[in-house]
């Protein structure tokens, strides 16, 4: 237009009045944006969520104006998440609708939100876009990820409690509850043998015990800021909470109650529960359990159990012990161990090992060496301290806690 206005000077006039045409159309195309219905959203979320396990969100655009659209998306997926669809751009037919069914990866746990959907609409004649926000908030619950949990389970189901490092010991004889009456057996003790029917049968007949049912384990979670270090690609307080799973199935299936105390900033309680169908109350109390930046009260925490759990029962402190722990900590164990079995399960961190274990070749690693020296040397004597106060102590690795944990139970549950 430029170029024929150069060489034709006469119609030059003309262009005002193209230009003023142009300018309606574009501002024809502005109101248009705003006068065509906006389309609907629909989301649907998945029932729960694991921490770091793909889940599936379905959403449904709907376009409720009779021309087509052309749209730009980006749904209101949480900050902390992985997706790769997004912003995805698109035509919607006339009174038509788009699927757009996206997997999502979530790293935290809790009750997450959702926002609304937003949508890029772009005008007619596509000289403007409009943005606007669509359908409804939503959440979602993350739970933390038991998949190892239930590798666990399956494989106690299938009899194979050896390929998960749970060591089931025979215990015949030692607990109190009677099962059966049964033929003696060569290796039977006498207290075994029940004479008055053997008396009857002419022959010898033995008792027969089974493990004790119905004890209650309550489980201490210790929320404060020291479970906040992050030992691999998880904090230690997950992997806390891996191994509460872990333990809570195994003690359910054993006829046990579970209970669950937090301290340290998060101060929660639930009563004991019993049955493999708690699963889901113990599941559905400790999935948003998070740390804080406060210190532990160990002293007040036993107080607050004294006073929930009355009954006789095996007590299991999950903390990450320190050396400077000694005073703080011991009085509060001996006071629970007067009424309950007590249980410290300490935390150790991965890289003070490494950090032994690692050749010296460089003044900073002398210092380092022996820095981790000291700091397990100091656990250690706390450790043999509370030992020697009657407290069953426990000092793994995150990547071992879970199975030595389930094992210590198994141990320790026979003189509750």
Same mark, same amino acid.
């Given at each position: ?40 959203? =629909? ?9 770091? %396990? ?8 709907? #376009? ?56 890029? $609409? ?11 926000? *669509? ?21 106690? $189901? ?10 089931? /010991? ?9 099962? &059966? ?30 493990? &004790?049912?119905? &004890? ?13 270090? *992050? @030992? ?11 191994? !509460?799973?872990?333990?809570?199935? %195994? ?5 046990? &109650? ?25 599941? #559905? ?28 029962? !095996?007590?299991?402190?999950?903390? #990450? ?9 011991? =009085? ?22 490494? $950090? ?17 020296? @000291? ?11 509370? /030992?020697?106060?009657? *407290?069953?102590? +426990? ?11 389930? #094992?210590?139970? +198994? ?6």
């Amino acid at each position: 237009m430029g170029l024929a206005g150069s060489l034709y000077p006469r119609v030059s006039g003309w262009w005002g009045g193209i230009g003023g045409v142009l300018a309606l159309l574009v501002l024809f195309d502005a109101l248009a944006v705003f006068v065509f219905k906006l389309p609907l959203a =629909e989301r649907t979320l998945p029932g729960r969520m694991a921490v770091g %396990v793909e889940g599936e969100v379905k959403l449904r655009i709907i #376009n409720l104006s009779n021309r087509p659209l052309h749209v730009g998306v980006f749904d209101g997926i949480p900050s902390r998440c992985e997706c790769d669809i997004f912003p995805w751009r698109g035509w919607i037919k006339r009174s038509g609708y788009l699927d757009l069914n996206y997997p999502i990866i979530l790293s935290e746990r809790g009750e997450i939100d959702f926002g609304k959907t937003h949508i890029l $609409m772009t005008s007619l004649l596509g000289f403007w876009s409009r943005c606007v926000k *669509i359908g409804d908030n939503g959440k979602v619950k993350v739970y933390p990820n038991y998949q190892p949990v239930l590798s666990y389970a399956l494989m106690a $189901m299938a009899h194979r409690q050896e390929h998960t490092g749970i060591i089931r /010991k025979n215990r015949a004889g030692l607990s109190r509850d009677f099962h &059966q009456l049964r033929d003696y057996q060569m290796g039977d003790s006498l207290s075994q043998i029940d004479w008055k029917a053997s008396s009857k049968r002419q022959s010898l007949i033995s008792r027969d015990f089974q493990e &004790q049912l119905d &004890q209650s384990v309550i489980l201490m979670l210790d929320c404060g800021r020291r479970m906040r270090t *992050i @030992d691999g690609e998880i904090s230690q307080f997950d992997h806390c909470l891996n191994s !509460m799973l872990l333990i809570s199935y %195994v003690a359910l299936r054993q006829g046990d &109650q579970v209970g669950i105390l937090s301290f340290g900033g998060t101060e929660r309680w639930l009563p004991p529960v019993k049955g493999a169908s708690a699963m889901t109350t113990v599941l #559905n109390h400790l999935y948003d359990y998070e740390t804080s930046p406060f210190p532990s009260d160990f002293p007040e925490a036993a107080e607050r159990l004294l006073k929930h759990q009355q009954r006789r029962s !095996m007590v299991v402190v999950m903390t #990450n012990l320190r050396g400077e722990d000694s005073d703080e900590l011991r =009085e509060p164990l001996k006071k629970l161990r007067q009424k309950h079995v007590v249980v410290l399960a300490s935390l150790r961190e991965l890289g003070i090992g490494e $950090m032994m274990d690692k050749d010296l070749v460089s003044f900073e690693d002398a210092l380092g060496y022996f820095a981790a020296h @000291d700091y397990a040397a100091e656990r250690q004597a706390v450790l043999t301290t509370l /030992k020697a106060d009657g *407290i069953v102590t +426990l000092d793994e690795t995150a990547q071992q806690f879970p199975i030595a944990l389930a #094992n210590t139970y +198994l141990e320790t549950r026979q003189i509750i």
